[in-house]
């Protein structure tokens, strides 16, 4: 722990023994010890002769610091005996039990640990921020202000034609990215294992132009159809509806997925990857 008032060497007590001759009345320089008289309050000094604790002027005189002047010369062999207290005053701190302000510019080496709230009046300059364990970078702030954080996303499409009788879940088999490995290609099926908000968006094709077919396009969450898209075909285009919704997802146990229907016996998807698409991102847990 750090120390307060003099030097570990002289220690916060000092005691200088002097063996006196036939009449002396001024002590200083080295002790019996070879300990030099040193003091810088007088108040922190007694001065005792034979064991008798003197009284300051009446007895003796301690202005110089380094000597001590009695008014009656002592007799040979007299113990003159001066105890000496380091004297200390500490300003300008902050106490640890009630708290206080650092006015000044402070620095750590080490570790702060904070278990209250943090205020930053001023700004705080940051470039990474951890998560709870401190062992993994969930938030990074780059010199021009860019905040790039950790979200869990996903974007799959379908490549090939899928000849399945109308209606069935879309199975997107190629995945463009997922950052946390919940979507499955086997079931189509995106299945968050963090609680809150997502938002998804989903797109299927079907390959004819006939003005009489149509497809319906759903996400759902659970089984259960939550937001719905139609388009009916053209003389020049092909029904390629789009749907988009935001969920809340308890985590691990909810699934979301895209869920097509269409009429007429036409069961292939266009084989245009821009037409079919799921992708969805973490929103937050709106708290």
Not at 132 to 139: K, L, N, P, Q
Not at 213 to 231: A, D, I, M
Request: aromatic letters at 12%.
């Amino acid at each position: 722990m750090p120390y307060i008032g003099r030097s570990l060497g002289d220690g916060v007590r000092a005691r200088y023994i002097y063996a006196a001759t036939s009449g002396q009345t001024s002590f200083s320089g080295n002790d019996a010890n070879g300990i030099a008289l040193a003091y810088s309050d007088t108040l922190y000094m007694d001065v005792y002769q034979n064991g008798v604790l003197l009284k300051p002027v009446t007895d003796y005189a301690s202005t110089t610091g380094t000597s001590v002047v009695l008014v009656t010369g002592a007799s040979t062999d007299d113990v003159v005996e001066m105890i000496v207290y380091d004297s200390f005053a500490v300003a300008d701190t902050v106490s640890a039990a009630n708290g206080g302000t650092f006015t000044g510019n402070m620095a750590m080496g080490g570790t702060l640990g904070v278990t209250g709230i943090t205020t930053a009046t001023g700004g705080l300059n940051v470039g990474t921020i951890k998560e709870a364990t401190g062992s993994t970078t969930a938030i990074t702030i780059d010199s021009s202000g860019i905040v790039d954080a950790k979200v869990p996303m996903f974007h799959a499409t379908r490549t090939q034609q899928l000849t399945t009788a109308s209606p069935y879940v879309c199975l997107f088999n190629t995945v463009v990215f997922d950052t946390d490995s919940w979507y499955a290609t086997g079931t189509g099926r995106y299945t968050p294992q963090k609680a809150g908000y997502y938002y998804f968006v989903g797109q299927w094709s079907l390959a004819t132009t006939n003005t009489s077919y149509y497809l319906s396009l759903s996400l759902r969450k659970n089984g259960t159809q939550t937001f719905n898209s139609v388009q009916y075909g053209g003389a020049s285009t092909y029904p390629r509806p789009q749907v988009s919704g935001i969920f809340h997802c308890n985590g691990n146990d909810d699934y979301i997925d895209c869920h097509v229907s269409f009429s007429g016996g036409v069961n292939a998807i266009w084989t245009d990857i821009q037409g079919n698409n799921f992708l969805g991102h973490y929103l937050g847990t709106g708290s």
